[in-house]
């Protein structure tokens, strides 16, 4: 994991890789039996290139990335949305990436809104978003995952 | 599919209760890698002034996308889904999902989620004809809110 400051910059990102067993464990703790998610041949059938993985795994991975470039600094998120574009199968290789992209303060809040994404490695954007983070937020999670 | 805005109540809105263990709590965070104690040792989480472990952002989806689910293994297809699940299947993309966050889950909470459809409205692109369904969810603690979920779905209609 990577950690810089600056407008418009990656302060924080992670390459990752997934298997059929990562994400077999996600539908497990969601008691999600989508088979599509633990069988390739069936995936396949219904116009699949292989296992997806699920979009709230990857929602999750982001919400993890973004804690942990806030929760040092006294933040925690305070909202986000995203939405998938493209399916990210298990086997390929991806960065999830968080850009800061505005930066604003009211009295003793400070506001950060960044950009984020799951990127393949061969560069498709697979899911964007946008999330907005807070200090002095004790509503939320402001631990490192 | 299209024809879930004339559903039956129970699709249209639900309520449904989950009560939260801390072994929940464990087996998302070790499902996502989210490592910190907080999730794992009550120990440590009390240490920080909680009352015991804490959820990762996204344990509400673990609650969420079982909503409607709790079904017998014989009313399940072939796919795994629900028989009677009028959104599942192929067919069906998920659209923007929103979240907001305005409180924590903890092991021993008891979550109430509410689930309504919220908005459809149909277009006719070059994918054909597709409804689109927006719903909420609201995840509670005694009557608190602690997360708000919007999320979309869009479908084509039968050829």
């Known amino acids: 994991m990577s950690n810089s400051h600056g407008k418009n910059a990656i302060v924080a990102s992670v390459h990752e890789c997934l298997d059929v067993v990562d994400v077999f464990l ?8 989508h088979r599509i998610h633990y069988d390739a041949e069936f995936a396949k059938e219904e116009g699949l290139a292989g296992v997806p993985i699920q979009g709230p795994f990857q929602g999750a991975l982001l919400a993890q990335l973004v804690q942990s470039w806030a929760a040092p600094q006294g ?37 950060f809104v960044l950009g984020v994404e799951v990127v393949g490695d061969d560069g498709i954007v697979r899911t964007r978003g946008v999330v907005e983070v807070v200090t002095n937020n004790t509503n939320s999670t402001g631990v490192e995952p | 599919v299209g024809r879930v805005k004339d559903s039956s109540p129970e699709v249209q809105f639900r309520v449904e209760h989950r009560d939260v263990t801390r072994s929940d709590i464990r087996r998302f ?5 989210a490592t910190s104690r907080v999730h794992h040792d009550v120990a440590a989480a009390r240490e920080v002034g909680y009352p015991d472990v804490v959820a990762p952002l996204f344990f509400f989806m673990t609650i969420g996308l079982s909503v409607g689910r709790h079904v017998p ?14 959104l599942a ?20 909470d008891r979550v109430e989620v509410e689930q309504r459809l919220v908005d459809h409205s149909e277009k006719t692109g070059r994918s054909g ?10 995840y509670s603690v005694e009557g608190n809110l602690r997360i708000l979920e919007r999320f979309s779905r869009i479908a084509r209609d039968d050829e």
């Not at chain 2, 004809?129 to 609201?138: I, M």
Request: proline letters at 2%.
């Open chain 2, 89 to 108: 299947g192929r067919r069906v993309l998920a659209g923007e999902t929103e979240v907001s966050w305005h409180g924590d889950i903890f092991a021993g």
């Open chain 1, 75 to 111: 933040a925690a998120l305070r909202s986000m949305s995203f939405r998938h574009l493209a399916p990210l199968y298990v086997g390929e290789g991806f960065t999830c990436s968080a850009m800061l992209s505005e930066e604003s303060q009211s009295d003793e809040i400070t506001n």
């Open chain 1, 26 to 33: 996600f539908s497990a703790a969601c008691e999600l039996p």
């Open chain 2, 73 to 86: 293994r014989s009313l399940l297809g072939r796919d795994g889904l629900n028989r009677d699940d009028e």
């Open chain 2, 129 to 138: 004809h597709l409804n689109v369904y927006v719903f909420e969810r609201s």
């Open chain 2, 29 to 33: 965070a070790d499902a996502i890698g």
